[in-house]
C-alpha cells in the first residue's frame, strides 16, 4: 500500500497590500479613470512592484524621475512622501499636486520635525539611500536648529561611528522607517541607552507592518518552508524576508517562475507558509500559491 502526503501550505492573513499601499494604487487609477484626456504623473515609482508599475503604464499613468517646468496634467506623490520644497517645485512647475503619502508616513515626519524643533539630536532609523526615508530626514533638516543634527542610521554600527557626539547631545530623539523591525528597535535602543544622556523613543513602526511581521513569524514556527512574495527593491518585503529567515528556511522571490529554482526545498517542505510585502498584489499572490499546488 503506497501512502501519499498531501503538502499543506498556508497564506498569512496579512499579506499583500496594506491601507497605504492600496489607497495609492486605487486613487492614481481613478484619477486616470476620470480624467482620460489628462496627463497623469507620479514622482518616482507609485510602489516597489515591477508588475504594478507596468500595469499603470499600460493604463497611460507616467512615473517621472524629475519635475519640468511649464507643465501640466498631474503630479502624484507617491505614498513615500516628499519635503515642501518638492511641493513646491511641482506647484511652481505648473502641476496639479495630488498628494498620497502615507498617513503613517505623515506622522513619522512630524514625529522628526518635533524632535528637531525641539532641539533633540535626531536619529531615523532606516536605509539612508529610501525614498521615505529620504523624505523623512529633509524634512527634519529644514526645522533643524543646528548643522548635523539629523543622522541616518542603519545599524549599530553606523551609530558607532558617531558616539561622541551622541554623548555629547543634551538630548536624542530617535524615529523609525515605517517598514522597520522591533527587533531592530530594541537592538538600537540597547545600544543607545548606555550612552545617551537624554533618550526619546517613538515608535514609528506603522502598525500593518508589525501585524504582518508577527503574523509570519508565527506561520514560520508551523513551517518547513517559508515564500516571501515581493519585491527586491521594497524594504517591507526585505526585512520580513530578513525575520523568517531566522526561524525556518526562507525564500523571497518576485512572482511564480521564480519557484523553478527552489524545486527541491519546495519538494521537500510538508508544511509550506506563504506570506508578501505591502506592495505586492494579490494576483500575484494567488499565482505563487497556485504554482506551489502544482508542484
Do not use: W
Amino acid at each position: 500500500m503506497v501512502f501519499t502526503i498531501k503538502k499543506v501550505i498556508k497564506l498569512a492573513k496579512n499579506a499583500g497590500f496594506c491601507y497605504g499601499v492600496k489607497r495609492a494604487v486605487d486613487t492614481t487609477k481613478k484619477i486616470k479613470k476620470e480624467n482620460p484626456s489628462k496627463e497623469v504623473n507620479v514622482l518616482g515609482e507609485l510602489i516597489h512592484n515591477s508588475h504594478v508599475i507596468s500595469e499603470l503604464e499600460n493604463l497611460g499613468i507616467k512615473t517621472i524621475n524629475s519635475l519640468q517646468p511649464n507643465s501640466t496634467g498631474v503630479c502624484i506623490v507617491r505614498s513615500h512622501g516628499e519635503s515642501n520644497d518638492v511641493f513646491k517645485q511641482i506647484k511652481e512647475c505648473g502641476y496639479e499636486l495630488v498628494d498620497l503619502t502615507c498617513l503613517d508616513v505623515k506622522k513619522v515626519q512630524s514625529k522628526a520635525i518635533e524632535l528637531a524643533q525641539d532641539g533633540y539630536f535626531v536619529i531615523i532609523l532606516g536605509k539612508s539611500e529610501h525614498p521615505e526615508v529620504k523624505a523623512i530626514s529633509t524634512n527634519a533638516r529644514e526645522f533643524a536648529k543646528y548643522d548635523e543634527q539629523v543622522y541616518v542610521a542603519n545599524d549599530v554600527q553606523s551609530l558607532k561611528n558617531i558616539e561622541q557626539k551622541i554623548k555629547k547631545a543634551k538630548k536624542t530623539g530617535v524615529v523609525l522607517q515605517t517598514t522597520q523591525t522591533k527587533e531592530f528597535l530594541f537592538q538600537i535602543v540597547d545600544y543607545l541607552t548606555t550612552i545617551c544622556k537624554v533618550l526619546r523613543v517613538e515608535n514609528t513602526i506603522c502598525p500593518s507592518t508589525s501585524l504582518r511581521q508577527n503574523e509570519a513569524k508565527k506561520l514560520a514556527k508551523e513551517s518547513d518552508l517559508m515564500v516571501v512574495v515581493g519585491s527586491k527593491k521594497s524594504a517591507n518585503t526585505t526585512h520580513l524576508a530578513e525575520l523568517l529567515t531566522k526561524i525556518t528556511t526562507t525564500i523571497h522571490i518576485e512572482h511564480q517562475d521564480e519557484l523553478d529554482n527552489y524545486i527541491n526545498e519546495i519538494k521537500k517542505a510538508q508544511n509550506i507558509g506563504v506570506t508578501a510585502g505591502a506592495s505586492t498584489p494579490d494576483y500575484i499572490i494567488n499565482k505563487v500559491i497556485e504554482k506551489l499546488e502544482n508542484i
